[in-house]
């Protein structure tokens, strides 16, 4: 007699069970891991984005500004922040004035937002900001633990809080 080597029936149902069970428990850990991941990316972007654009007005001696926008300041945080010299300090980037960097927030950036009426961050050729302000990110997930703020104090020192209430 010949012997056949394979799986039976229930071995495969059994097999097929097991991993659709594992699947299904283990990609939402994966997508909120993920979340995570882009959250804490975000963060650290944006922090060293303000303590770049801090050091590089004590540095040049020269107001310099970090606001949302690609060629200008726009109100809504958007994909892309812009760091410039702010000669005349009006928060505009005109002639003359040099772009410092760009970062790209690859699109993370629509759940920013900024407490304060100005959408732009200026620090003085001193490193002070002279207002105190929030940058809050609101995950588009439902879990709050993703949620967090940036506050910029008036001396311009940087500081990441948890406690953000994005309702």
């Not at 069970?17 to 428990?25: D, E, G, P, Q």
């Not at 891991?33 to 540095?59: D, E, G, M």
């Not at 760091?83 to 970062?103: Q, V, Y």
């Amino acid at each position: 007699m010949r012997q056949v080597n394979g799986f039976t029936l229930l071995e495969l149902i059994v097999t097929l069970s097991i991993v659709t069970l594992s699947l299904s428990l283990g990609i939402p850990a994966i997508a909120d891991w993920h979340q995570q991941a882009k959250s804490r990316s975000l963060q650290y972007a944006l922090v060293h984005s303000i303590q770049y654009t801090r050091k590089q007005a004590v540095h040049l001696r020269t107001p310099v500004v970090l606001c949302p926008g690609e060629t200008g300041c726009v109100k809504d945080w958007g994909d892309t922040l812009m760091i410039f010299t702010d000669d005349n300090s009006n928060a505009t980037f005109d002639e003359g004035e040099i772009l410092l960097k760009t970062i790209s927030l690859g699109g993370a950036g629509n759940q920013l937002s900024w407490n304060r009426s100005k959408a732009y961050l200026r620090f003085a050729s001193e490193g002070i900001s002279g207002l105190t302000g929030t940058l809050k990110y609101c995950s588009e997930s439902d879990r709050d633990q993703h949620n967090f703020g940036i506050v910029v104090s008036r001396v311009g020192r940087v500081r990441i809080t948890d406690d953000v209430n994005c309702s």
